[in-house]
């Protein structure tokens, strides 16, 4: 009988005593990204699984704490590293038209890397991976590892769900009511409630899809046709065949929206404060004339050295006249000239120990999603300045929360710059709003990365892929099908025929 029922347990489950083969693999040089899916590999690492991460390097990068599966592509120029994408990030618009550019410098780079590292890609790929999980944004690469192996495959979202990779998906999230992935600089104000709003956000939904789909998709089949011919390679297939997915953004932070089985958030978490500040900091911040600290930190990417002189110089006087504080502004090369004593800058800044100190008052940021977290995680007020991709979004969702405020890098002056952060270091309300969010930002029936990891682990036991009933019925619908167009658009059609008869 025992025997029998354990029997029974091990046809029912065949892969439940092994552990998992995974593969993530992320953009070119795509420590951004990756870093914000390592807490989950780390997740499945505990569970004995074997995770693995891979990209093209075109110089070292950090340890990510999992097995590389790195393309050495030193020697070559990093397209996404270019003095342009300064210009944009500090002095042009950001919209759906310009997601097209990063799938186009990724295709570019792929097409490279199957010309020169075939072997060293073919090699990787190869390896008898469980399941791949494939970076939603600008890894066509990677994706082709999953294909040409036919394994398997998880989307993961190092922000939210695109619109583009959500439609496909069939989602069937109400467009009009979601705030803009790419919301314009000049709608810090967007509201739901408002007929013109709701009209940006379709635009931005519809034209997301439609950039993603055709012009990205375009630039990902010619990347990939020497390892995938006709009928090439179709980044909406690959989405709609992915089995799960998962993304980083916490669902407190975002409005509700519709929820099939196969996603889930796992970015509802505070990871555990690490050690206590170095005595260098902590003397620095802890200087009893400082009113408190004030943290000027720009992500990876943002490089102070490549910023338009006049946006530099506006930055630089305003923080000196902030005597009365203690100022850390993370920036990378020599120290500028004329900055006052009460100003420490440093290449690398230990940002999570200062956000969590007792004196810190302000984050001044660009609005990435990690640094959106690390203020909820450790209650700081926020002043973000949005400068490209979805940071405008995540700043209007800080600020809906209460806690933050928004600059216009389009108005940046020192006058405007000085009144913002003097706004939210003066006034309490900030700080309280930043107390009450996080009071109940983890409050969940069980840790979402646990949780993320019992996904996976069914998924494993599932081999990759759940049965059909799991998955919803839209995703073999197109989608202007799974929104009922069809029928609003051709049934008026109709009838207006026949009257007009
Ligand atoms: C990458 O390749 C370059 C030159 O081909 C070499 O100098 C470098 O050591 C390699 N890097 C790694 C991490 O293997
Ligand atoms: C946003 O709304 C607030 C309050 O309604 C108003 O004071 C502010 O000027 C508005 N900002 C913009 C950029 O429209």
Redesign the pocket.
Known sequence: MIKTSILYLFLLFPNFCDSAKVLLTVMDQGRSHATSITPLMHRLQKNDHTTALEMATYKPDIDFGMEERFINMSGFENNFISKDFFKIAFEDEFTFVHQAVPFIFGSISCDRILKHQKNRYLEIANENWDLFLSDSLFSPCGYAMAEITGKPHVMMHSSDVESAHGSFKGFSRNYAIMVPNFLPY?M??FTIEKYWHRVVSTVDWFGSAFITGAVAGFAQKWALRSIIPFPFFSFYDYNRRSSFSFTDMPDPLYPVGARTNDYFSFGTYCTAQKKVLDEDWEQFVSDPKSKGTILVAFGTIIDWRFAPEEKFEIFLNTLNRLTEYRVIWSMKGDRPKGLGEHVKISSWVPQQQILNHKKTVLFLSHGGLKSVKEAVCSATPSLFMPMFAEQMRNAWLAKSKGFARIL?KFHLSEQYLENHIREVVEHKSYQIQAEQFLSTFTDQPMPALDEAAFKFERLFKYNGKMPKFFYPKTIDLSYLTALNLDIWVIVPLVLGYIISK
């Open positions: 000049s810090s104000n216009n």
